[in-house]
């Protein structure tokens, strides 16, 4: 009996530990899958970084050529290596900004992005390769991070910066950089950065300019004490509307990567009460002094009224994506869709139409019989413009029949710019220009791109 006993627990000891070597395997395996493979959609507590006591023979190869720098040192490095940031936008300031941490040799990398790669973002995003097209940008980043350095914990976050989620995110980070592209996150990330106590390396690029700064540092201001009004959503421009030569977000996002490491390795950041602007075709960067933390700034100020996130979008007035940008302008009567449009045009009735889009864009693709005058040249009044048009409407006249006028139709790349257009016809019309009947069409070409001819090029 007593030796029943004892092989019974012998046995049970051996399936106890059978047991305990399986949940270990089973926790590794989900753990590496977890940051290997999946993204981490919800906000997941960051592991805390077990701050290293000295750099292996291997941290000392790989990081020699910037250790024996005399401004970073051993020292340096071990707080780089200590040090988390949060990337907000894995575009064409965070992919660059992601490479450079990731190589020299950050702690925690958080990749936060809600969007997918496509074809448009290659020319800048340059973590992104052709087999990402349609991948989330978030993964897809922190798959190159990782090919890169192995060593540096890469989260990548495939979710949208919300008024819900921030606080929670940003305060497991010691640096944030705002890589985004919309008002409503800059001031998101702003306010969250104030009330979670983050320095905030922030950055911007279009066209053939970049600004960076870093807020709320070492007692300086913060983006509320800069901007304490957005501006009005209509005088936002982005990439896709403004373009952007893809070096220039390239050479912004080192930049960050570089303030971020003199942050984090302790030499600390001289950006704190300056803007730097890059101007591209000049090959210059200006410095200029910002004024101090405001008393009276309603986040960082000294009776601040925010002090809990708020709606962002309804703040700004715009939307935190630039995905949908859609201005809403004109009644249903000022607007025709473009499937009507074509109806018009298949019927040969007299009209003309006028794209008023940027002259570099009308060379990439246009409709055949339109007349460019931009919509700039409509807002200043350009006088040899409203000749032209005139001209334009009288020639089309002849064709008919009465006293009418025939209708102009206005388009651009996406709507929006076309119905700016239609507003400012309506106030010239019967003035400078013949009393007209002016319509915007809807969505623009793009929407003639996706609905009535799929061979018209989108850009
Ligand atoms: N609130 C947010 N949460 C998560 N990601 C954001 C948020 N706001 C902006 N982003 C991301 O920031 C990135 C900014 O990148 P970038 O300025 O290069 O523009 P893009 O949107 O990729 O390109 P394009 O304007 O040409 O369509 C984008 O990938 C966008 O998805
Ligand atoms: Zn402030």
Redesign the pocket.
């Known amino acids: 009996m007593a030796q029943e006993v004892c092989s019974l627990k012998a046995q049970l000891r051996e399936k106890e530990k059978e047991i305990a070597d399986l949940k270990n395997k089973l926790a590794q395996l989900e753990k590496s899958h977890t940051s290997t493979l999946e993204l981490r959609d919800r906000v997941t507590p960051l592991t805390p970084l077990k701050a290293k006591a000295s750099l292996s023979n291997e941290d000392i190869m790989r990081y020699s050529r910037q250790l024996i720098l005399p401004e970073l040192g051993v020292q340096g490095q071990l707080n780089i290596s200590k040090t988390s940031v949060l990337i907000?936008?894995?575009?064409?300031?965070?992919c660059p900004l992601a490479q450079y941490l990731a190589a020299a040799g950050i702690g925690h990398l958080g990749l936060?992005?809600?969007?997918e790669v496509?074809l448009?973002?290659l020319h800048?995003?340059v973590l992104h390769g052709e087999d990402n097209l349609g991948q989330a940008?978030a993964l897809s980043a922190a798959c190159a991070v990782r090919r890169l350095n192995s060593t540096v914990e890469c989260i990548p976050?495939h979710?949208?910066?919300?008024s819900e989620n921030a606080l929670q995110l940003i305060q497991q980070y010691d640096i944030v950089a705002d890589?985004?592209?919309?008002v409503?996150?800059r001031y998101?990330v702003n306010d969250a950065c104030v009330l979670s106590g983050k320095p905030l390396v922030s950055a911007s690029?279009l066209r053939m300019e970049g600004q960076l700064a870093v807020y709320n540092y070492h007692g300086g201001p913060c983006y509320r004490c800069l901007y304490p009004v957005p501006p009005p959503p209509e005088t936002v421009t982005?990439?896709?509307d403004g373009g952007?030569l893809g070096v220039v977000?390239g050479i912004m996002g080192c930049f960050q990567a570089l303030e971020v490491l003199k942050i984090a390795s302790g030499q600390g950041s001289s950006c704190g009460q300056q803007l730097v602007i890059f101007d591209a075709q000049d090959a210059r960067f200006r410095c200029i002094k910002l004024r101090p933390r405001q008393a009276g700034c309603v986040v960082c100020g000294e009776n601040p009224s925010i002090t809990h996130l708020a709606d962002y979008e309804s703040f700004c007035g715009s939307a935190?994506?630039?995905?949908c940008r859609k201005l809403n302008l004109l009644s249903r009567d000022q607007r025709i869709t473009v499937q009507d449009y074509k109806s018009v045009m298949d019927s040969t009735e007299p009209h003309l139409l006028l794209d008023v889009r940027p002259p570099v864009e009308v060379d990439i693709c246009h409709l055949p019989c339109s007349v460019n005058i931009p919509l700039s040249s409509l807002e200043e009044r350009k006088i040899e413009h409203l000749q032209l048009l005139q001209e334009r409407i009288r020639q089309v006249k002849q064709q008919m029949a009465g006293d009418c006028l025939p209708p102009v139709y206005v388009i651009c790349k996406m709507g929006n710019d076309s119905q700016k257009a239609v507003q400012v016809l309506e106030n010239l019309s019967g003035s400078e220009v013949d009393s007209i009947m002016v319509k915007d069409i809807s969505g623009g070409l793009m929407a003639w791109a996706k609905t009535i001819d799929p061979t018209f090029p989108q850009y």
Not at 88 to 94: A, D, F, I, K, P
Not at 159 to 162: E, H, V
Not at 179 to 182: F, L, Q, T
């Open positions: 907000v936008g894995c575009g064409g300031l965070g936060l992005d809600y969007d496509e448009s973002n800048r995003q940008k976050y979710l949208q910066l919300s890589c985004s592209d919309n409503p996150t998101l690029a982005n990439c896709s952007v977000p935190a994506t630039d995905k």
